[in-house]
């Protein structure tokens, strides 16, 4: 296991790279983030910036069009993104894990050839169709399906829900889970290559949501959608367990985005505490509220050291499944209790919407929903424990 996991000290070029990243944030993400946020408006000129930084690239190799780094790199500048803008981190991160890393992993080299140089390349996005309405966190009751017909083409009828990057000028792919057939009545469930525009596919009117208002989010309908069998990903019946790893992988870089958020709040909450005078002096020098500061730095600090190590077992070829969730869990919970800490220590003006810490306290409900609940961890980690 790498040594900075112990010592928390990053090699220099993945602290070379968290700097560029933390850069980028504060001097382009931060100063459009409330507008984008104000205005529900995708933000395509910080996504432009972020595809010329790489940042699309970072785990895959060169051979693909990527940064030849690894997950870890990505889930760094997850962090600084998510301190400052946490739409704009989950753009990213479902662009980079959801999108193009189901290619990556189970796609064929033809597959990969066609789709990961411009997915890593960050001028287009990919988009991972699972969720359905009757079907969350029970993946299994996926009821859209895809036939195989005799012209060997698959038609793919059904349809989505909650679906992160599905319906901007620039999504070229989306890759869905579907019912392809039945094995001694337990349904087979494939993944299956869907570029867009196609004609069959729309992306529905957009969610009016309570948090991530510049991420792009849509239900997504298919009608007699037509494409190749050669777009089947992976193994046919292999679709719901590939993306499960897709999911646990996800998992850290979920909770790399939420120690973000948990230490963007700290940051803000520290700046403030220094600044606002109370009674004759900063309310930092009062112990209700630097002691709730502390906590805070706490949290975050824990969060990290669980994602740190969730991908250090990863990058290992280590069994991190529990590591995962565990990350998740304790980061997502540490983001929304910051958040909530954080609008308390800013008092009124916690609650208006021009000032950081509010957003944060919108946008980090859903850490403990998306990528699996906050249930759904406990019940992963309980049965990784041997209950």
Same mark, same amino acid.
């Given at each position: 296991?790498?040594?900075?996991?112990?010592?928390?000290?990053?090699?220099?070029?993945?602290?070379?790279?968290?700097?560029?990243?933390?850069?980028?944030?504060?001097?382009?993400?931060?100063?459009?983030?409330?507008?984008?946020?104000?205005?529900?408006?995708?933000?395509?000129?910080?996504?432009?910036?972020?595809?010329?930084?790489?940042?699309?690239?970072?785990?895959?190799?060169?051979?693909?069009?990527?940064?030849?780094?690894?997950?870890?790199?990505?889930?760094?500048?997850?962090?600084?993104?998510?301190?400052?803008?946490?739409?704009?981190?989950?753009?990213?991160?479902?662009?980079?894990?959801?999108?193009?890393?189901?290619?990556?992993?189970?796609?064929?080299?033809?597959?990969?050839?066609?789709?990961?140089?411009?997915?890593?390349?960050?001028?287009?996005?990919?988009?991972?169709?699972?969720?359905? !309405?009757?079907? +969350? @966190?029970?993946?299994?009751?996926?009821?859209?399906? %895809? #036939?195989? *017909?005799?012209?060997? $083409?698959?038609?793919?009828?059904?349809?989505?829900?909650?679906?992160?990057?599905?319906?901007?000028?620039?999504?070229?792919?989306?890759?869905?889970?579907?019912?392809?057939?039945?094995?001694?009545?337990?349904?087979?469930?494939?993944?299956?290559?869907?570029?867009?525009?196609?004609?069959?596919?729309?992306?529905?009117?957009?969610?009016?949501?309570?948090?991530?208002?510049?991420?792009?989010?849509?239900?997504?309908?298919?009608?007699?959608?037509?494409?190749?069998?050669?777009?089947?990903?992976?193994?046919?019946?292999?679709?719901?367990?590939?993306?499960?790893?897709?999911?646990?992988?996800?998992?850290?870089?979920?909770?790399?985005?939420?120690?973000?958020?948990?230490?963007?709040?700290?940051?803000?909450?520290?700046?403030?505490?220094?600044?606002?005078?109370?009674?004759? !002096?900063?309310? +930092? @020098?009062?112990?209700?509220?630097?002691?709730?500061? %502390? #906590?805070? *730095?706490?949290?975050? $600090?824990?969060?990290?050291?669980?994602?740190?190590?969730?991908?250090?077992?990863?990058?290992?070829?280590?069994?991190?499944?529990?590591?995962?969730?565990?990350?998740?869990?304790?980061?997502?919970?540490?983001?929304?209790?910051?958040?909530?800490?954080?609008?308390?220590?800013?008092?009124?003006?916690?609650?208006?919407?021009?000032?950081?810490?509010?957003?944060?306290?919108?946008?980090?409900?859903?850490?403990?929903?998306?990528?699996?609940?906050?249930?759904?961890?406990?019940?992963?980690?309980?049965?990784?424990?041997?209950?």
């Amino acid at each position: 296991m790498p040594e900075f996991i112990a010592t928390g000290m990053l090699p220099d070029h993945y602290e070379q790279l968290a700097k560029t990243v933390r850069d980028f944030a504060q001097s382009v993400v931060a100063p459009v983030a409330a507008k984008h946020d104000e205005e529900h408006s995708f933000p395509y000129e910080v996504v432009s910036g972020m595809a010329d930084m790489g940042l699309f690239g970072l785990p895959f190799p060169e051979e693909y069009g990527g940064m030849g780094g690894d997950y870890f790199a990505l889930c760094l500048a997850l962090e600084e993104l998510g301190k400052v803008d946490q739409s704009v981190a989950i753009t990213l991160e479902a662009g980079v894990s959801l999108g193009a890393m189901p290619v990556y992993r189970f796609g064929n080299d033809e597959q990969k050839q066609e789709w990961l140089p411009l997915l890593a390349s960050g001028k287009a996005l990919g988009a991972f169709g699972l969720t359905e !309405a009757g079907g +969350g @966190t029970d993946a299994g009751a996926t009821r859209t399906t %895809a #036939r195989l *017909e005799d012209d060997g $083409h698959w038609v793919i009828n059904g349809s989505k829900q909650f679906i992160t990057n599905s319906g901007t000028d620039i999504t070229k792919l989306v890759t869905v889970t579907a019912v392809t057939g039945d094995t001694d009545g337990n349904k087979e469930i494939s993944s299956i290559l869907v570029p867009v525009p196609i004609e069959g596919f729309t992306a529905e009117p957009a969610y009016n949501k309570v948090g991530w208002n510049a991420s792009d989010t849509h239900p997504l309908s298919f009608d007699d959608v037509r494409v190749p069998a050669e777009n089947l990903l992976g193994e046919r019946g292999r679709g719901y367990a590939n993306f499960l790893r897709i999911l646990d992988e996800g998992r850290i870089a979920i909770a790399a985005l939420s120690v973000g958020s948990a230490q963007g709040c700290v940051d803000e909450c520290v700046k403030y505490a220094k600044e606002r005078q109370a009674f004759g !002096a900063a309310i +930092g @020098t009062y112990q209700a509220i630097a002691f709730k500061i %502390a #906590r805070m *730095e706490a949290r975050a $600090h824990a969060a990290r050291t669980a994602y740190y190590d969730a991908a250090a077992l990863m990058l290992a070829g280590k069994p991190f499944k529990k590591a995962a969730s565990i990350a998740k869990l304790v980061a997502s919970e540490a983001a929304m209790d910051n958040a909530r800490d954080a609008t308390q220590v800013f008092g009124g003006y916690g609650f208006m919407n021009e000032y950081p810490v509010a957003r944060h306290y919108r946008d980090s409900k859903i850490l403990e929903i998306g990528e699996g609940t906050t249930e759904v961890q406990l019940m992963l980690i309980a049965r990784e424990a041997g209950l």
